[in-house]
């Protein structure tokens, strides 16, 4: 049997055990395991330990719960109602004005969190209700913010991040620069979007009678200003050249927690815990993941699947923005059924070889498959986000949600082709702040 046939048995083999709803690192070690003992014979089994251990015994990994702490954190407390009151008071005189508030404040609260699910809860729990009292269509207010809610894996920190710069080897503080420009991109797709819409639906009537004094608006502004502390904090640690990804993580978890309870007045026991006690399940799953999805590309490695698809590929004589293109259209199709983590330890291994002899950076396909798994989060049948906004609206139906939010979608199909055109979106910051 050819390595490359191998391959396709091992995909098939992989779809089926996630989609009879196996937890993602159980399925990648079973059919790793699987398939080592039936082609490497049961010797093979004495290199799993070592491998597993190998693959997490990495420092960069102590900034996962770092962030992920930051975002329960902040997602613990009425930080995104406050954005978004905030930013509606100042934005409503602009058609569709609520819809932009809301945009804004996900793009604000990614920014802290990195999780799009956090984000879409926290917004959306205040925002859609107030979109909808005020005579928004359902679909534009529930896509909104499914597809404001992806922002969280783009705009810096971003988990998604940590684990292709874990994955590809590539640095994690050059993928965090590299996203800001293209998440302030999608932002403005977005909020004009959303704008064009709100005017073409005459909504700015609706908007018109809400009227707030300098007072009003300036009201909540005290309470932006921890949010602007915490992600100058996280910057200036991690880019001023004083801490690594991993401790500038920690700077932003304690200055998040200081926030939360001196702010929000989160500091009861019961509280507390249950910000580490979600913190700590998001990441024993996220390093479980990890952990197995090593073993899983260990196991395709010693198979020659990895070297042979690269190399097949690589011999193809087509054009190397055709290779880019199908790489996508699998991204897409892969973010259909499979969370972000799961295809990108999955698939990197696989791409990076196929992607530095194709002559593209790196770093830039960092932040372009980070926005196919932005897509991933809208797109059904396993579209996380949608499902997070239907369980805060019950009676918006889902095919509803996706109405409004494929909009959306198209403009993150924009931005990549924007992104492809002029790739120093991405590399031009990285090279500037970092040389």
């Not at 089994?45 to 251990?53: G, S």
């Not at 073993?295 to 490695?301: A, Q, R, T, V």
């Not at 770093?363 to 805060?392: A, H």
Request: net charge neutral.
């Amino acid at each position: 049997m050819t390595p490359l046939t191998i391959g396709l048995l091992i995909f098939a083999v992989t779809v089926a055990m996630l989609a009879i709803g196996l937890p993602i690192a159980f399925g990648l070690g079973a059919v790793a395991l699987l398939f080592m003992v039936i082609f490497d014979g049961w010797n093979s089994v004495n290199f799993v330990p070592e491998t597993i251990y190998s693959g997490l015994n990495d420092f960069t990994l102590v900034s996962l719960p770092m962030f992920v702490i930051m975002g329960a954190a902040v997602a613990s407390s009425r930080a995104g109602s406050d954005l978004y009151e905030a930013l509606a008071r100042w934005l409503h005189k602009v058609p569709g004005s609520l819809v932009i508030s809301n945009i804004g404040a996900c793009a604000l609260f990614s920014a802290l969190t990195g999780s799009s699910p956090a984000t879409c809860a926290a917004i959306g729990k205040m925002g859609i209700p107030e979109m909808r009292k005020r005579g928004y269509d359902a679909d534009l207010a529930t896509g909104a913010i499914a597809a404001g809610g992806t922002l969280g894996i783009l705009i810096p920190p971003s988990i998604t991040m940590i684990l292709y710069g874990i994955a590809s080897e590539t640095s994690i503080g050059r993928l965090f620069i590299a996203g800001i420009i293209p998440g302030a991109l999608l932002v403005l797709l977005f909020m004009a979007w959303a704008l064009f819409l709100s005017w073409k639906r005459g909504t700015k009537l609706i908007d018109s009678d809400r009227v707030y004094s300098l007072k009003d608006k300036l009201e909540l502004m005290p309470k932006l200003l921890p949010f602007i502390a915490v992600i100058v904090g996280v910057v200036y640690a991690l880019y001023g050249g004083i801490a690594t990804p991993s401790e500038a993580a920690g700077v932003g978890a304690m200055l998040c927690l200081a926030m939360v309870i001196g702010i929000y007045r989160v500091w009861r026991p019961m509280q507390l815990w249950a910000i580490l006690r979600d913190g700590l399940r998001e990441s024993g799953m996220l390093l479980m993941i990890i952990g197995t999805s090593i073993l899983f590309g260990y196991m395709m490695s010693s198979l020659q699947v990895t070297q042979s698809v690269a190399e097949a590929i690589g011999q193809m004589q087509v054009n190397r923005w055709v290779i880019m293109a199908a790489i996508n259209v699998m991204l897409l199709v892969a973010g259909c059924f499979l969370p972000p983590a799961a295809i990108i330890l999955m698939t990197t291994p696989i791409l990076m070889p196929i992607i530095t002899a194709a002559g593209f950076d790196p770093i830039w396909f960092g932040v372009i498959l980070t926005i196919n798994m932005e897509l991933g989060l809208i797109t059904p049948p396993v579209g996380l986000n949608l499902f997070v906004i239907n369980g805060i609206t019950p009676d918006v139906k889902l095919p509803t949600i996706l109405k409004g939010a494929l909009p959306f979608m198209l403009c993150m199909v924009v931005a990549i082709v924007i992104l492809c055109v002029f790739p120093g979106l991405a590399t031009w910051l990285p090279a500037k702040v970092m040389g």
